[in-house]
């Protein structure tokens, strides 16, 4: 089962605009991760957040989180050509309980 | 130092038959999580090993079967594969989870 739901499913941009992708998910976090995947290769960890934050910025990526209503933004600033890929979000509950991820954010950006 | 490997990377199976996919955690990583990706999808999960030891298991069948050893690698066992079994197999480490996770580049099971 998603924990996650992005939103939209597909997104796509002129280079140079910027692009915001949105995950919703359920239950309570310790911590919400984004990962970018490329072409059903293996996924890369681009940032994760702490329940306690509220923003984090990692280069042209801001992420925010709102633990009360249960969401959290990818910001990507600038796009480029190299942005296309598919974008998750992943939720931890902490201990050992599962990091489950959503369904993806499907990133176009054109040169 | 070596990202998360896995092997192989592509593998073509019969339905009925049996695999087994095979990861190398980064260095100094105990923790292993295997997850399934079928086309079009997020990743599934399907089991958690921290120090040889399963943590976590997903809603998949119990004809999945994992380990990990105790140099902290792993292995999937799939038996009587299925069709719907089909998909990329992700393999995950992480120490502990402080920076999210190291995937591998995956292993693209198909079955006929």
């Known amino acids: 089962s998603q924990q996650g739901e992005e939103d939209p499913q597909a997104l796509s941009i002129q280079e140079g605009e910027n692009a915001t992708m949105n995950c919703s998910y359920k239950?309570?976090?310790?911590?919400l991760q984004w990962y970018r995947q490329n072409s059903g290769r293996g996924l890369v960890h681009l940032i994760l957040?702490?329940?306690?934050?509220r923003e984090k910025h990692s280069g042209r990526l801001r992420v925010t989180l709102d633990t009360s209503k249960k969401s959290s933004s990818l910001l990507i600033t600038a796009s480029r050509a190299a942005d296309t890929a598919s974008y998750f979000c992943?939720?931890?509950?902490?201990?050992?309980?599962?990091?489950?991820f959503g369904i993806g954010t499907k990133l176009q950006v054109i040169p | 130092d070596a990202g998360v490997t896995q092997s192989p990377t592509h593998l073509i199976k019969t339905r009925g038959q049996h695999v087994t996919l095979r990861c190398s955690p980064i260095s100094g990583h105990k923790s292993v999580s295997w997850y399934q990706q079928v086309l079009g999808q997020g990743p599934q999960f399907i089991f958690q090993?921290?120090?040889?030891?399963?943590?976590g298991r997903g809603n998949f069948p119990d004809r999945f079967s994992a380990r990990q050893f105790p140099n902290y690698s792993s292995e999937l066992n799939v038996n009587a594969l299925l069709l719907g079994d089909s998909a990329l197999y992700l393999c995950a480490s992480s120490s502990p989870m402080l920076y999210g996770y190291t995937f591998g580049s995956g292993t693209r099971l198909t079955v006929v």
């Open positions: 239950t309570s976090i310790n911590n």
């Open positions: 992943a939720t931890d509950p902490g201990g050992y309980q599962k990091v489950t």
């Open positions: 090993y921290y120090e040889k030891e399963e943590r």
């Open positions: 957040i702490r329940s306690n934050e």
